[in-house]
C-alpha cells in the first residue's frame, strides 16, 4: 500500500530530517511510527501527503510513485488518505454534522451522499447523538473521535494519524486507539506516528523506531521502552 525506497529529505537549510527510508506497509496494516522529538517522524508522514517532497528515493502509495505526481493530481492523492491531528482541527462554528460533512462537500459528493455517509461514520465512532452539537460542547476524546470520522467518512484505504492522543487522557486514548484499530482491521492502512509508550506497549502493533532521520528498529509485535 506504501512503498518507501531509499527516501531522503533535506530541508532547505541543510537539514538532513530522513536519511535513506525503506520501508514497506501493507493494506490493512497498523504502524506505529515512534522515535524522539526530531527524528523525523512528521516529515515522514508529510511526504505521504506531499506537503514537503522527497530529495530522493521514490514513494510508492497504492502502487503510484507520488513523488513525481504534477501539482493537479495531489487533491486526488489526498481523498485517499484521511488524517487525524493532536489538535483536531475542527471548525468551531459548524456543528459535528457539519464539520464531518464538510470533508465530502469539498471533494464534490452530493447532498444525498452526506446525508447517508454522515450519520454512519458518526455512529461507527459513537457519536450519532451528538451530531448538531458544537466541537466546543464536546470532550477532547469526543473531538478527538469526529476528526477520526472526518478523516475516514471517504473511506480512504490510508489512515495517518499524527500523535492523535498528544491531548487526551489515558482512559480517553485507550477508546481512541480502539477505534483506529477497528478501522484498520477493515482493511485501512493506519499509520501513527506518537510519543506515547503506553498506548504502543497495549496495542502490540508494528514498530517502527526513527533516530535521527533513520530506522533503528522495525519490529512486528513490538513495545516501546518501558
Ligand atoms: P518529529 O516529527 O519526529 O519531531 P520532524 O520530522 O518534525 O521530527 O523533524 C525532523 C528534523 O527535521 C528535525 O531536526 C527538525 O528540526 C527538522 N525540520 C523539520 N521541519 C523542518 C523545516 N521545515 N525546515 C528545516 N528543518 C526542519
Not at 21 to 28: A, C, D, E, P, Q
Not at 39 to 46: L, N, Y
Not at 123 to 152: C, D, T, W
Not at 180 to 202: D, F, K, P
Request: charged share 20%.
Amino acid at each position: 500500500m506504501i512503498e518507501f525506497k531509499k527516501v531522503s529529505k533535506v530541508y532547505g537549510d541543510g537539514t538532513t530530517a530522513l536519511k535513506d527510508i525503506t520501508l514497506s506497509v501493507k493494506k490493512g496494516e497498523f504502524l506505529f511510527l515512534v522515535g524522539p522529538s526530531g527524528s523525523g517522524k512528521s516529515t515522514f508522514i508529510k511526504l505521504i501527503i506531499r506537503e514537503i517532497y522527497a530529495t530522493s528515493g521514490s514513494i510508492l502509495v497504492a502502487g503510484r510513485n507520488i513523488c513525481n505526481l504534477k501539482t493537479n493530481r495531489i487533491p486526488q492523492l489526498r481523498r485517499n488518505i484521511g488524517c487525524v491531528f493532536q489538535d483536531f482541527k475542527l471548525l468551531p462554528n459548524k456543528t459535528i454534522f457539519e464539520n464531518v460533512a464538510f470533508a465530502l462537500e469539498v471533494i464534490g459528493k452530493s447532498g444525498y451522499v452526506i446525508k447517508v455517509q454522515v450519520p454512519q461514520v458518526l455512529q461507527l465512532v459513537g457519536l450519532h447523538n451528538k451530531m448538531k452539537s458544537y466541537p466546543y460542547q464536546l470532550s477532547g476524546g469526543e473531538q478527538q473521535r469526529v476528526s477520526i470520522a472526518r478523516a475516514f467518512v471517504n473511506r480512504p484505504p490510508v489512515l495517518l494519524a499524527d500523535e492523535p492522543t498528544g491531548n487526551l487522557d489515558p482512559v480517553t486514548s485507550d477508546g481512541i486507539m480502539k477505534l483506529l484499530s477497528r478501522i484498520s482491521l477493515v482493511g485501512t492502512t493506519v499509520i501513527m506516528a506518537t510519543h506515547n509508550r503506553s498506548v504502543v506497549n497495549s496495542m502490540r502493533r508494528r514498530v517502527v523506531e526513527l533516530e535521527r532521520g533513520e530506522i533503528v528498529r522495525d519490529q512486528k509485535r513490538g513495545v516501546y521502552g518501558s
